[in-house]
């Protein structure tokens, strides 16, 4: 399995060398093991990709959480998660109906 590059990285590399540098080191700053294990904030970063509605994204996030051991369901619940997060949303502003 090989990890797709990202429309982010494409575009930090046609930047320059000094944006594209810093954007990869605070990924990996970010994404490294500490508290929260790198599957887990790979499971959470494809959670927010999809609650953010980025395809780009989605796809990317997949790819990596399936690189560091989610396997297929774990990634299905965690977008599963952010489609609830996305419809109780929709229903917060649709609320907005009902007010007089």
Do not use: P, W, Y
Request: a negative charge.
């Amino acid at each position: 399995m090989t990890e797709q590059k990202s429309n982010a990285d494409k575009f930090t590399e046609a930047v320059g060398d000094g944006v594209d540098s810093a954007f990869k080191k605070l990924v990996a700053e970010i994404l490294k093991d500490v508290a929260l294990s790198a599957k887990d904030k790979a499971l959470i970063a494809l959670a927010c990709a999809v609650a953010v509605k980025c395809d780009c994204c989605v796809k990317v996030h997949k790819e990596r959480a399936l690189m560091a051991g989610a396997k297929r369901d774990e990634n299905l619940e965690a977008a599963a998660v952010a489609g609830l997060i996305r419809m109780g949303s929709g229903f917060n502003t649709a609320s907005f109906v009902l007010d007089d």
